[in-house]
């Protein structure tokens, strides 16, 4: 069974950085389709950037230039925060599927979901 778990949240200072890691037990993280979400209280998961299992990324535009994904030849997923807004507040998922067919960018497309990590960004 594939399951993503995140680390690296946190309080930060508006203007700073911050840096998630997300670990795939069972397999590496080149074999899937990977994400990172954020949800807000009472609002639905937004995918905010994805990386494809060919290497493509696809980042919102809520986040373009600001935050980077990455990852290693291993089971490492990163989100690399820069220049954090306090909008940026939420709680932060990673996720995977097989691929990314239904939308690098859809929510609902990943099957395999972390348990969330809180990032806050104070002013």
């Known amino acids: 069974q594939v399951r993503p778990v995140e680390s690296g949240g946190g309080s930060v200072q508006a203007g700073g950085t911050l840096r998630l890691s997300c670990v795939l037990s069972?397999?590496?993280?080149?074999?899937?389709?990977m994400a990172w979400l954020l949800q807000l209280p009472g609002m639905e998961r937004e995918a905010i950037g994805a990386i494809e299992n060919g290497g493509k990324i696809t980042y919102a535009e809520a986040v373009e230039g600001r935050f980077t994904i990455s990852r290693d030849i291993a089971t490492n997923l990163y989100l690399q925060m820069n220049n954090q807004k306090p909008e940026d507040t939420a709680m932060y998922y990673c996720?995977?599927?097989?691929?990314?067919?239904?939308?690098?960018?859809?929510?609902?497309?990943?099957?395999?979901w972390g348990q969330g990590t809180q990032v806050t960004v104070f002013s």
């Open positions: 069972g397999d590496t993280v080149a074999s899937f389709c």
């Open positions: 996720a995977a599927d097989y691929s990314c067919f239904r939308g690098a960018l859809v929510a609902r497309a990943y099957a395999f």
